[in-house]
T-cell receptor
Framework: TQLLEQSPQFLSIQEGENLTVYCNSS?????LQWYRQEPGEGPVLLVT?????EVKKLKRLTFQFGDARKDSSLHITAAQPGDTGLYLC??????????FGRGTSLIVHP | DTAVSQTPKYLVTQMGNDKSIKCEQN?????MYWYKQDSKKFLKIMFS???????INETVPNRFSPKSPDKAHLNLHINSLELGDSAVYFC???????????????FGPGTRLTVL
């Protein structure tokens, strides 16, 4: 079983601060996805990264896939209350079975 | 129109009962999934169907039985419910395993199951 460790588990910050969420594994993934889940709803895909070393930007969110395709990070610049939610990373390996991390619960205070 | 819908949204039942959760997707996807999210928000895949055929069956008690009458529907039946079955169950769909490693999974809103 491929395991994904996410850190930190909880993050409570003030509006305007920057933050980084990490997703690490000892396994290699063919792709890695980041989802955001709001209370009472299902996860929604933010980005998919495929190539080692790849960096993708989505407005204030920057996603990076490690060179060895075993880890990824999500950096949010100038966080806003609307960024509040549960951030989940999911790795897909050769079996196509997606493995989710345990999530990072982010609260951004106004 | 909702892309992936689940019913019911909430389900409260007694231990030992049998219950079903229904899922429908109108995206024309070939692959559908059931996930369980526990109280610590850990999301774990249970089953996956591709074109009505079971392709992923993780270590799940055989009290859980998925059924796919057509590729737009994947229902989950649970027999002899136990306290530990309490969780949020999510249905999801994606295009299919042909592009599986980059597929977007579209999740339903979840069914919160509480077993008393």
């Amino acid at each position: 079983t491929q395991l994904l460790e996410q850190s930190p588990q909880f993050l409570s910050i003030q509006e305007g601060e920057n933050l980084t969420v990490y997703c690490n594994s000892s396994s290699v993934f063919s792709s890695l996805q980041w989802y955001r889940q709001e209370p009472g709803e299902g996860p929604v895909l933010l980005v998919t990264v495929v190539t080692g070393g790849e960096v993708k930007k989505l407005k204030r969110l920057t996603f990076q896939f490690g060179d060895a395709r075993k880890d990824s990070s999500l950096h949010i610049t100038a966080a806003q209350p609307g960024d509040t939610g549960l951030y989940l990373c999911a790795g897909v390996g050769g079996s196509y079975i997606p493995t989710f991390g345990r999530g990072t619960s982010l609260i951004v205070h106004p | 129109d909702t892309a992936v819908s689940q019913t019911p949204k909430y389900l409260v039942t007694q231990m030992g009962n049998d219950k079903s959760i229904k899922c429908e997707q109108n995206l024309g996807h070939d692959t559908m999934y059931w996930y369980k999210q526990d109280s610590k928000k850990f999301l774990k895949i249970m089953f996956s169907y591709n074109n009505k055929e079971l392709i992923i069956n993780e270590t799940v008690p055989n009290r859980f039985s998925p059924k796919s009458p057509d590729k737009a529907h994947l229902n989950l039946h649970i027999n002899s419910l136990e306290l530990g079955d309490s969780a949020v169950y999510f249905c999801a769909s994606s295009l299919g395993p042909s592009g599986a490693n980059t597929d977007t999974q579209y999740f339903g809103p979840g069914t919160r199951l509480t077993v008393l």
